[in-house]
């Protein structure tokens, strides 16, 4: 790729290279990488994470052989880092969406509707029912 020959470059001009060219590389001490698709979650744990940013964007290569599960499958419980549910279907956690609509539905708190939600495996309608008793 650079410099042509036998072995290419060494790690530590490559690096020199990069920051003539204003491309900084970091890399990430992460324990566990999830892509999720709409089909299943890629799982890589121990993988090799390295940030690439280079006029304003950022780019990041993971390194490693993924686990694939199905959704709602895993441990992850289907949330994100912020903590709001992405897929739904996952047992024990329930779509923000959903417990708005409970609340609003059954006229109680977010809270009440959430359990009612987790209780009825996320089935709207029954965690409805349930609180209208």
Do not use: C, H
Request: no cysteine.
């Amino acid at each position: 790729m650079f410099g042509g020959g036998g072995g290419g470059l060494n790690p530590r001009k490559m690096k020199q290279m990069m920051e003539q060219m204003g491309i900084d590389m970091e890399d990430i001490d992460a324990e566990e990488v999830i892509i999720r698709t709409d089909e299943e979650e890629l799982v890589f744990t121990d993988a090799e994470v390295q940030l690439m940013e280079a006029q304003g964007q950022k780019t990041y290569q993971i390194v490693g052989e993924p686990e694939s599960r199905a959704l709602g499958s895993g441990d992850s419980g289907g949330e994100s880092e912020d903590g709001s549910d992405d897929s739904g279907e996952s047992a024990g956690a329930v779509d923000d969406q959903d417990v708005e609509i409970v609340a609003q539905r059954a006229g109680v708190s977010e809270d009440a509707a959430r359990e009612a939600l987790e209780a009825n495996d996320g089935d709207l309608a029954a965690a409805v029912s349930q609180l209208e008793q």
